[in-house]
């Protein structure tokens, strides 16, 4: 069985379809939990299916360093290493060596840097990225590039953005011919409209069997991300999946969908489980705050996921307070759950032809804000 993505409707810019892999379909606009070191934090793999997720992230750089990706293969590939057996997108590496590891040095072959886990000297070019891939079995594959943060010069971004074209190259030659796995080009560019549409270009002459929007979620804020989204999609096949790295709060996923994106990953759900940070129709709202502790209501009374059907917040601060390990499995479930509320929502709606006001109910219980406290 190969790799394919059937787009199914769409409404304005918005899409939904499915992405058809031989470890089982991805519904789009898709919402990728985090699995950074083999495991989302907090979750049983089969938890995190049953919040609602078709796909879950990988990321090369860690799993390279720990365990190493060679042993990760030894033991029968990622998916039987951490129980997911549904697909698993891996990033390239390129965007955590630029934001994690010590003594960076980037040439045209590609970057060496020190391992923020115990010094150690590594290098990543395309050829070892896809080489890492391919070891830990992942379903859809990065090409490696180089993300500067923004604000960066136009200068820097064009020559980062150029180096990254040579790279996709590179990735597209090291991949291979790989029936059943996918290899996603990255669009760099920065918040330039000429240097995103000389990406595209590229990378469409290249050929990928899907396409991501990179370089954003980088510190340039959302209206300057959307103001990207409003045209880089465009320049980007309408028959292969888009996808955004790295985003992002509800209202930014939301706004990318919106836009056409397909696609997204970020570790804001489940990291905010960590820390007390609570995502719900009625937007943010933090449990470790003393409104809750005398609250016998659950985060959300629609809401069907564990921590919603058994627990009140009076608990959930208690355990949250008390550093208790079932605050963070509780919480980022609900976390997780709601994005996917959040994704089947639209899927939905894109596919009834009421994507807009789907999105207008969604801003309007949000900017209600949270039930008064009791
Ligand atoms: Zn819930």
């Given at each position: 069985m190969t790799f394919r993505f059937r787009l199914q409707a769409t409404d304005g810019m918005a899409r939904t379809g499915v992405i058809d892999t031989p470890r089982g379909e991805v519904r789009t606009p898709a919402f990728m939990p985090v699995g950074t070191a083999a495991t989302v934090k907090?979750?049983?793999?089969?938890?995190?299916?049953?919040?609602?997720?078709?796909?879950?992230?990988?990321?090369?750089?860690?799993?390279?360093?720990?365990?190493?990706?060679?042993?990760?293969?030894?033991?029968?590939?990622?998916?039987?290493?951490?129980?997911?057996?549904?697909?698993?997108?891996?990033?390239?590496?390129g965007f955590q060596v630029m934001s994690l590891a010590g003594l960076r040095k980037l040439?045209?072959?590609?970057v060496t840097f020190k391992s923020h886990i115990d010094g150690s000297r590594h290098e990543l070019t395309p050829e070892?990225?896809?080489?890492?891939?391919?070891?830990?079995?992942?379903?859809?594959?990065?090409?490696?590039?180089e993300c500067p943060a923004l604000p960066a010069s136009d200068d820097e971004v064009a020559r980062a953005m150029r180096l990254s074209m040579r790279w996709a190259e590179r990735s597209k030659d090291a991949f291979g011919d790989r029936p059943g796995h996918a290899l996603f080009g990255i669009m760099q560019g920065g918040v330039t409209q000429e240097l995103r549409e000389e990406?595209?270009?590229a990378l469409v002459d290249i050929g990928f069997d899907g396409y991501a929007v990179g370089g954003l979620a980088v510190g340039e804020g959302q209206e300057a991300m959307f103001g990207v989204l409003d045209y880089a999609p465009g320049y980007l096949p309408t028959d292969k999946p888009r996808y955004l790295m790295g985003v992002g709060k509800p209202d930014d996923i939301v706004g990318a969908v919106k836009r056409g994106i397909d696609m997204m990953d970020c570790v804001l759900p489940s990291r905010s489980g960590r820390t007390g940070q609570v995502f719900t129709r009625h937007g943010v709202l933090n449990i470790k705050n003393a409104r809750h502790q005398d609250d016998p209501r659950p985060l959300d009374d629609q809401c069907s996921c564990p921590a919603?059907?058994?627990?009140?917040?009076?608990?959930?601060?208690?355990?949250?307070r008390s550093q208790e390990i079932i605050s963070s499995m509780l919480l980022t479930w609900h976390n997780l759950h709601y994005y996917q509320q959040i994704m089947a929502g639209m899927r939905g709606a894109i596919a009834e032809g009421r994507f807009a006001?789907?999105?207008?109910?969604?801003?309007?219980?949000?900017e209600a804000g949270d039930i008064a406290p009791l």
């Open positions: 907090a979750m049983l793999p089969g938890s995190v299916r049953e919040t609602g997720a078709d796909i879950v992230l990988g990321n090369t750089y860690h799993l390279m360093l720990r365990p190493t990706a060679e042993r990760i293969a030894g033991l029968g590939g990622l998916h039987r290493f951490m129980n997911w057996e549904r697909p698993i997108l891996t990033d390239s590496g040439t045209e072959e590609g070892r990225s896809m080489e890492i891939q391919r070891l830990l079995g992942s379903d859809i594959v990065m090409c490696f590039d990406s595209a270009r919603c059907r058994g627990y009140s917040r009076a608990y959930l601060h208690h355990v949250f006001d789907w999105e207008a109910a969604f801003h309007k219980e949000r």
